[in-house]
């Protein structure tokens, strides 16, 4: 069974960095293809970063050369730096997960296992 926990939300001003980390319990990261997702008050929850099959990265528009995602196989850890913080970035940040299929994709429907969410609050 994959378990996804998610952690390092908080509260930052606009401008600001924040790293949010996703643990990997049950399974292997290696397997996994993976991805991050965030979803504000009152909106859908949209994809943001992703990892194909290959390792590159494939990010939403909205956050392109801001965030970076990163994962790391031999800790079954993965990140998602997120730096010029922007007051718009407030929304719970998930992890995401599936076995082997749908790597790189930003589409929620792809994925079968999610964390619980951390919290991002970005200040004005």
């Known amino acids: 069974q994959v378990q996804l926990v998610e952690s390092g939300g908080g509260s930052v001003q606009a401008g600001g960095s924040l790293r949010v980390s996703c643990a990997v319990y049950g399974y292997r990261a290696i397997h996994l293809c993976m991805g991050w997702f965030r979803q504000a008050p009152g909106k859908e929850r949209e994809g943001v970063a992703g990892l194909e099959s290959n390792g590159s990265a494939v990010y939403a528009d909205s956050v392109k050369g801001r965030f970076t995602i990163h994962k790391d196989n031999t800790k079954d850890i993965l990140t998602l730096q997120i730096d010029t913080l922007k007051p718009e970035d407030t929304a719970m940040y998930y992890c995401?997960?599936?076995?082997?299929?749908?790597?790189?994709?930003?589409?929620?429907?792809?994925?079968?296992?999610w964390g619980q969410g951390t919290q991002v609050t970005v200040s004005s």
């Open positions: 995401a997960a599936n076995k082997n299929t749908g790597c790189g994709s930003l589409a929620r429907y792809t994925y079968n296992y």
